[in-house]
């Protein structure tokens, strides 16, 4: 089993910074990706960014550019850092951990743009 606590979310203004930070415990080693989702309500909870163990990333066109996500082995610790954020990143942002055989997520942070 994995843990994943999440923590950095808030209200900042467009424009403005905010950096996530999502902290991994028990089978953590078993880990091969961890990344970030996002859903605001009536819609699907999407793809924002993702980092392999290996250091590779991926982003949503939607944020490339402005978000760089980033992780620390020996924390099992990732994190994403957001600027330039617009009134459209306002959500419920979501961390993610997969293993080899399931999907783990945290509770989630609520991030929101004021315009």
């Known amino acids: 089993q994995v843990q994943l606590v999440e923590s950095g979310g808030g209200l900042v203004q467009a424009g403005g910074s905010l950096r996530l930070s999502c902290a991994a415990s028990g089978s953590s080693r078993s880990i091969n990706a961890m990344g970030w989702y996002r859903q605001v309500p009536g819609k699907q909870r999407e793809l924002v960014a993702v980092?392999?163990?290996?250091?590779?990333?991926t982003y949503a066109d939607s944020v490339k550019g402005r978000f760089t996500i980033s992780r620390d082995n020996a924390k099992n610790t990732v994190y994403l850092q957001m600027s330039s954020l617009k009134p459209e990143d306002t959500a419920v942002y979501y961390c993610n951990a997969r293993t080899h055989f399931n999907n783990y997520w945290g509770q989630g942070t609520q991030v929101t743009v004021s315009s």
């Open positions: 980092i392999t163990s290996g250091g590779t990333t």
